[in-house]
C-alpha cells in the first residue's frame, strides 16, 4: 500500500537512495494469511492474541471515501502536490453524519471562523500532536502493538504515542489536560471498548476546526473483523461543544512490508508560510 503522506513519500525516496539490505521498509510482515495465488488474503480470520481476544496489533491507516486536497492545504499555485487524495474524515471528521454535528451556538460560530480563516490556527498544520481522535483520520501511518494489559499506539507523525490501559484501572478523577486524553479499555467478547477523559480544552477534530473541548466523554469500540481491517466506532460525548452524542465509525486498513519512518513535522516545515488568513 502507497504511503499516503507527502513528507513521508519524500522520505521513503530519500531512504530508497541507500542499500535496500539496510532498510526495513520492503521487509516482509510475518505471518500473513495468502491466496491460492500468493496475494495477501486480506479478508482471512482476524489472528488471536495468546487470551484468545483479537490481536489489533500491526500498521494500519485510514481507509475511506477520498476527496480532493483540500483548498487549505494547498500550495501556491492552487494545486495539491503530487495530486494528493485524502481521506473525507481528515477535512470533516464526522463527514457522511446524518444532520451534521448538533454545535452548540458558540461551536458553530467558531467552525465558521476558523474555516474563513483558513486552517491558520490548526494545532497539526502547526506541528503539534496528532491529537486523538484526530489522529485515526489523518493519512499518517499509526502501529499497534497489543499486550495482555496494554494497547500502545505508535504514529509515524512527530515520533507520538497512545496508551489504552486494559488492566481494570479507572479513568483519572482530575487529569493534567493531554492531546490524547486517557484511556482504559474492556473487552465485550471480540471489541475492545475504551474509554476516555482527560481532554486539552483546544483540540481540533478535523482540518475545518471541529472542536472537542476538557468536557469530552469518548467511547471507543474496536473490532478486527478481518484480517485487513480495523473498524473503529467512535462516540464524541461533549456537552460543552455539542448538544448531543454523537458517533462516526472508521475503517482503517492493514500496510503490510514496511516499517515506520520517521516524519518530523518541524524538520524543514514549510506549510503555515503557504497558508495566510484570506
Known amino acids: 500500500m502507497a504511503r499516503a503522506s507527502c513528507c513521508t513519500r519524500a522520505l521513503v525516496i530519500c531512504a530508497l537512495s541507500v542499500p535496500l539490505s539496510a532498510q526495513w521498509i520492503h521487509y516482509p510482515t510475518e505471518g500473513v494469511p495468502k491466496t491460492a495465488t500468493g496475494a495477501p488474503n486480506l479478508k482471512a480470520r482476524a489472528p488471536r492474541a495468546a487470551n484468545g481476544k483479537p490481536d489489533f496489533s500491526g500498521m494500519w491507516t485510514q ?37 451534521g454535528l448538533p454545535y452548540q451556538p458558540w ?71 493531554a492531546w490524547n486524553g486517557y484511556s482504559t479499555g474492556r473487552w465485550e467478547g471480540d471489541t475492545l471498548v475504551v474509554k476516555g477523559n482527560g481532554f486539552r480544552d483546544d483540540l481540533w477534530l478535523d482540518a475545518i476546526g471541529d ?53 518530523i513535522c518541524l524538520e524543514n516545515e514549510k506549510s503555515m508560510q503557504h497558508m495566510p488568513a484570506k
Open 63 to 99: 481507509k475511506a471515501k477520498p476527496i480532493p486536497c483540500p483548498a487549505i492545504i494547498r500550495g501556491d499555485d492552487g494545486e495539491c502536490a503530487e495530486k494528493d487524495i485524502l481521506p473525507a474524515r481528515m477535512a470533516n471528521f464526522a463527514d457522511g453524519l446524518p444532520g
Open 107 to 177: 461551536a458553530a460560530e467558531l467552525v465558521k471562523k476558523r474555516v474563513a480563516q483558513g486552517g491558520t490556527d490548526d494545532p497539526h498544520s502547526k506541528c503539534l500532536p496528532p491529537n486523538f481522535p484526530r489522529a485515526y483520520a489523518l493519512p499518517h501511518i499509526e502501529k499497534f502493538v497489543q499486550t495482555p494489559k496494554l494497547l500502545v499506539i505508535l504514529d509515524e507523525f512527530n515520533a507520538s504515542y497512545r496508551q489504552i490501559f486494559t488492566d481494570n484501572r479507572p479513568l483519572p478523577v482530575d487529569p493534567q489536560p
Open 211 to 263: 472542536p472537542l473541548t476538557d468536557a469530552a466523554k469518548l467511547t471507543e469500540r474496536i473490532r478486527r473483523p478481518n484480517f485487513g481491517t480495523l473498524e473503529i466506532s467512535v462516540t464524541v460525548d461533549d456537552a460543552k461543544a455539542y448538544t448531543r452524542p454523537w458517533t462516526v465509525t472508521l475503517n482503517l486498513s492493514i500496510v503490510l512490508d514496511t516499517e515506520m519512518i520517521d516524519e
